[in-house]
């Protein structure tokens, strides 16, 4: 499909890319708001969002409708990515952040994980129109899936995986992606959330289960830096930067740092 975003076609270099992790699997998101990297429910699971590899491999973008600038960091010592957008218009925040599992703290972080890929825009001064495109692509890009709305949200089914888009403003289905334009005013905030499970065999989280938020994944990350600050040589903050990246690759369940989030083993 068409990507408005990028009518050059360029591919951003790897460097421009900020890294997302919940110790099971990784999202890269771009200085523009697009997620073009995201394989779930493991690290070495075929890619639901590639456009990394390829223009038609599947992408999340979020962005404001007009022009802007960027500056974006990630929030204290953790692997959660603030974005902030400046139009002539007003100013947005977009938090980015693969969430973890509720009260998880400690060497706990990473052990389980929802799957939940949070995306929240705050408004900061203003009124900024902005605008998403969803475009999943499973199996690297090889499967369009199937996209249905539903209360509350959109569905992309594809093989064994489906992916669940949960959005308190309108959306609608064209090209191949699930889209949506709206307007954020200073003070106001919107989650958007993209969760995964798969097609056959999913299991219901039991009656009252904690919902996995921004504020518990911001706590487990802190927690976890909290307990490694043991380090007193030169450049305290790149080594703890560091640690957390380390930390970002390494598979919460079996401890195993992979060697990069960029592709699986069986990737093409």
């Known amino acids: 499909m068409d990507s408005p975003d990028r009518p050059d076609g360029r591919q951003p270099a790897i460097a421009d890319y900020g890294f997302l992790s919940d110790c099971h699997s990784a999202a890269l998101v771009d200085r523009s708001g697009s997620i073009d990297w995201w394989c779930v429910p493991r690290f070495d699971s075929p890619s639901v969002l590639g456009r990394l590899l390829d223009a038609e491999a599947g992408h999340w973008t979020l962005r404001p409708a007009g022009g802007f600038t960027t500056a974006r960091s990630y929030v204290g010592e953790t692997l959660v990515l603030r974005t902030v957008f400046t139009t002539d218009t007003g100013e947005v925040t977009v938090t980015d952040s693969l969430l973890l599992e509720p009260q998880a703290r400690g060497h706990q972080l990473g052990r389980r994980s929802p799957h939940v890929l949070l995306r929240q825009v705050q408004g900061l001064s203003g009124t900024v129109r902005m605008t998403t495109e969803l475009a999943p692509r499973m199996e690297y890009g090889r499967t369009e899936p199937h996209l249905s709305l539903t209360t509350g949200g959109a569905e992309a089914k594809g093989g064994p995986v ?33 969760a995964y499970e798969p097609t056959f065999g999913a299991v219901a989280p039991p009656p009252g289960a904690d919902v996995p938020s921004l504020e518990e994944t911001l ?28 930390q970002g690759l390494t598979y919460g369940p079996s401890g195993a740092i992979v060697a990069a989030a960029t592709m699986a083993p069986d990737g093409p």
């Not at 992916?163 to 958007?192: H, K, M, N, R």
């Not at 706590?219 to 380390?246: A, I, N």
């Open 162 to 194: 489906t992916l669940t888009l949960t959005s308190p403003v309108p959306l609608t289905i064209g090209d191949g992606g699930v889209c949506s334009e709206f307007a954020v005013v200073a003070g106001q905030t919107i989650e958007l959330r993209l």
């Open 219 to 246: 706590e487990t990350w802190t927690s976890w830096t909290d307990e490694h600050t043991g380090y007193d040589g030169d450049f305290p903050e790149q080594v703890r930067r560091s640690s957390l990246v380390l």
